[in-house]
């Protein structure tokens, strides 16, 4: 019997949801090194960016600019942000390997941010899956159902509404759905049985977890979600991608602190946490200078106990 533990995928989504909040906007030079080095350091899915109108998103104009530049990359799998059929078109024209389509458990978020109920995005997702099948083009669609857990606006969020949702989507043709709790509100019981629920539902199909680390509960949550079978993650280099309502704030957990976390109990990343370390420092000084970065490892470094092997995999 084999013991090594299944590896773990870890999509650093800081190109996209880690600028756009920022007021900054990072030029497309800098940003195209930003995620050569996330490749060199192992990192094989980046989200690029998103597919909105740049008057509204203007730090995230460049996304097709990046996804070709992604494209020159072995291995990577390039996704983007999707609002809607138009940016779902925009996606397929660029070549993304993946399109991420947002959809808020939340009524009152769904209402107050795209102005539809979640199931008036249903149906946008079931337009987006005919356009896709359409072009003939192959880029995955995945579902990323946030306030899963709970919401600024609402608060509690019925666990049956989101298990609803998760069959709903994959009815209108998602290939991949994930829970995302963006606002920090998750505790991990909850995210063990929400989880364990949306596989009962979803299957292999229920393929990412999302966590803010806003109130210190990310890394708790990401072990709750793993435990429960998730295998892959979102995160930020540097964990950045606070919450606007909450100046300050942590933000996405960080990957370089998944990556600690898994390389620690020996479950495979393909990884280089010196490189992740390293490229958390050219965030700091070159390409975010003067924003607040947040994460743990890079303040004590790693620990005698990791050996060479275990901080620089080679899975
Ligand atoms: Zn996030």
Redesign the pocket.
């Known amino acids: 019997m084999n013991d090594t533990p299944l590896p773990v995928t870890i999509r650093d ?1 800081g190109l996209r ?1 880690g600028l756009q909040i920022l007021a900054r906007t990072v030029p497309t030079a800098h940003k195209i090194e930003w995620l050569r080095a996330a490749h060199a350091a192992g990192l094989r899915e980046l989200e690029l960016g998103s597919f909105v109108p740049a008057r509204l998103l203007p730090q995230l104009a460049d996304t097709a600019a990046l996804v070709e530049a992604a494209r020159a990359l072995p291995g990577l799998v390039a996704s983007v942000l999707v609002p809607n059929l138009k940016g779902a078109q925009a996606a397929i024209e660029a070549g993304a390997d993946a399109m991420l389509l947002p959809l808020s458990a939340s009524r009152a978020h769904s209402l107050a941010n795209l102005r539809k109920t979640p199931d008036e995005v249903v149906g946008e997702i079931a337009r987006i899956r005919a356009l896709r099948d359409a072009a003939g083009s192959r880029c995955l669609i995945e579902v990323g159902i946030s306030t899963a857990f709970g919401c600024t606006l609402q608060g509690r969020v019925d666990e049956d509404e989101v298990l609803r949702l998760v069959q709903a989507v994959l009815d209108a043709g998602a290939e991949r759905v994930g829970l ?1 709790d ?1 606002v920090g509100y998750a505790d991990p019981l909850q995210v063990a049985r929400l989880f364990t629920r949306a596989f009962a539902v979803a299957g292999p199909r229920l393929g990412c977890g ?1 966590f ?1 680390d806003t109130r210190g509960l990310g890394l708790a949550n990401v072990f709750a979600a793993w435990q429960a079978g998730v295998r892959r993650f ?1 995160a930020c280099v540097g964990g950045i ?1 606070g919450c606007p309502h909450a100046p300050g704030a942590s ?2 957990v960080a990957t370089e602190d998944l990556a600690y976390l898994f390389a620690s109990m020996g479950v495979p990343t393909g990884l280089d946490l010196h490189a992740l370390l390293a490229l958390r420092e050219r965030l700091a000084q070159r390409w975010l200078p003067g924003e607040a970065l947040h994460g743990s490892v890079w303040r004590a470094g790693l620990p005698k106990t990791m050996t060479e092997a275990m901080a620089k995999e080679t899975a």
């Open positions: 989504v949801d995302a963006t999302h803010h979102d991608g933000g996405n």
